[in-house]
């Protein structure tokens, strides 16, 4: 009940939804990222796996070029930016816990993204032209099973940070529904 006191206040039912939006939004966009590592990892890459190397290296640089993109960065920093919002707003509720612990683990999404997965990617760019690149196998092997180790680590992340933005709407949800029907029961009375 102490997530929003000032719900039973005029104007400030608008504060309450506006919180419970940004909840709601930190859970989507973390939910979009995550499904971007689950889609890497249940298709993305086993679908390489079965390439020869050099069409592996080619198709794998043209993913990091073209991934880099507005729409994908508004969902991979968005994620982080929302749920340290909703953390902001809902640090007097009890659901802070559950926020808080999302944010850490979105948190380290981006770290293991910045510390494992791009150098992998900036290494295999590097690797140039793979029709000019002389041992194309050489440059996967160095690739191909760091790169799904960390992908596969983010994946667990993010949807563990999910699992948690999940939990805190359910239990935004609940006390607001508590405190709906705690003001309709006092005012029939």
């Known amino acids: 009940m102490t997530q929003n006191k000032a719900a039973g206040r005029p104007g400030s039912r608008s504060a309450g939804s506006g919180a419970r939006a940004v ?23 086993p ?12 198709v794998m640089q043209n993913i990091n070029e073209v991934i880099q993109n507005p729409v ?4 991979f920093f968005g994620a982080l930016i929302l749920a340290a ?14 926020v808080r612990a999302a944010l850490v683990l979105y948190a380290a999404v981006l770290l293991v993204t910045m510390a494992a997965n791009i150098p992998l990617n900036d290494a295999l ?3 140039g032209n793979p029709a000019r690149i002389a041992d194309p196998a050489a440059v996967r092997e160095r690739f191909e099973d760091p790169w799904v180790v960390w992908n596969v680590v983010r994946l667990v992340l993010s949807t563990a940070a999910l699992a948690c933005l999940w939990r805190a709407t359910a ?3 609940q006390t607001s529904a508590y ?8 005012a029939s009375r």
């Open 23 to 45: 909840l709601g939004a930190a859970t989507v966009a973390n939910g979009l990222v995550a499904g971007v590592w689950y889609a890497y990892a249940t298709s993305v890459m």
């Open 47 to 58: 679908a390489l796996a079965r390439s020869d190397d050099r069409i592996y290296v080619e």
């Open 72 to 75: 994908f960065f508004a969902g």
């Open 85 to 98: 919002v909703a953390a902001w707003q809902q640090r007097r509720s009890p659901t802070r816990w559950w």
């Open 125 to 127: 760019a590097a690797a």
């Open 171 to 173: 239990l935004v949800r």
């Open 179 to 186: 405190l709906v029907s705690a003001a309709g029961s006092s």
